[in-house]
């Protein structure tokens, strides 16, 4: 089944260190986002990429950083930088602009900072 | 710049009774789309309609129900004779045409009593 698979479901991360997380899809979607998600409040975008080996900066990238190597994976890299990384994080992929009929998304990585 | 408020950000009603979620959208863009997503408890976000700017018909889907109205810039989306399994998260959401980013609303968490 096509689909956008995002691991760890749940992660914990000590203060000062960074960590991946994971998407990747097999809907041979160009484009790919990183929101993230506050409890209460509505999704935020952080990266996004509408071809390979190329992004853009989102609303809220400062302390995040992302790579796009293959269509079918874009991992998020939370770095040290980001003081309040505790948030559910949500990847999507989406057909590119100008087709846009809509974004798919995966099942989140929980995040804390322990 | 585009933005999009849902102003009520918790309905709780007993099953069976309608409820209607209220999403208002700013844009300078003359064509765009206009989305709802469902967040159940799972968190994975659940496509639910997709508007563009220059269908102002409203819309049913079995329970389901969308008011357009492009001269008061709002969406609406009402549950007829809700159910327990509608209780989740209801996105609404803007991405101006040929666009690559959507804007989310904060949210509106519907809990459906039996």
């Known amino acids: 089944d096509g689909g956008i698979t995002q691991s760890p479901k749940y992660l914990f991360r000590k203060e000062g260190q960074n960590v991946t997380l994971s998407c990747e899809q097999n809907?041979?979607?160009?484009?790919m986002y990183w929101y993230r998600q506050d409890p209460g409040q509505g999704l935020r975008l952080i990266y996004y990429?509408?071809?390979?080996?190329?992004?853009q900066k989102g609303d809220i990238a400062e302390g995040y950083s992302v790579s796009r190597e293959k269509k079918e994976s874009f991992p998020l890299t939370v770095t040290s930088a980001q003081k309040n990384p505790t948030a559910f994080y949500l990847c999507a992929s989406s057909i590119p602009r100008g087709l846009f009929t809509e974004a798919f998304f995966g099942q989140g990585t929980r995040l804390t900072v322990v | 710049a585009q933005k999009v408020t849902q102003a009520q950000t918790e309905i709780s009603v007993v099953e069976k009774e309608d409820v209607t979620l209220d999403c208002v959208y700013e844009t300078r863009d003359t064509t765009y789309y206009l989305f709802w997503y469902k967040q159940p408890p799972s968190g994975e976000l659940v496509f639910l309609i997709r508007?563009?700017?220059?269908?102002?018909q409203n819309e049913i889907s079995g329970r389901y129900s969308w008011n357009f109205q492009k001269s008061t810039s709002s969406f609406n989306f009402t549950i007829t004779a809700s159910q327990v399994v509608d209780s989740a998260v209801y996105f609404c959401a803007l991405i101006k045409a040929a666009g690559n980013k959507l804007t989310f609303g904060g949210g509106t968490r519907v809990l459906v009593k039996p």
């Open positions: 990429s509408q071809i390979v080996n190329d992004f």
């Open positions: 809907l041979n979607h160009d484009a």
């Open positions: 508007r563009n700017s220059f269908d102002e």
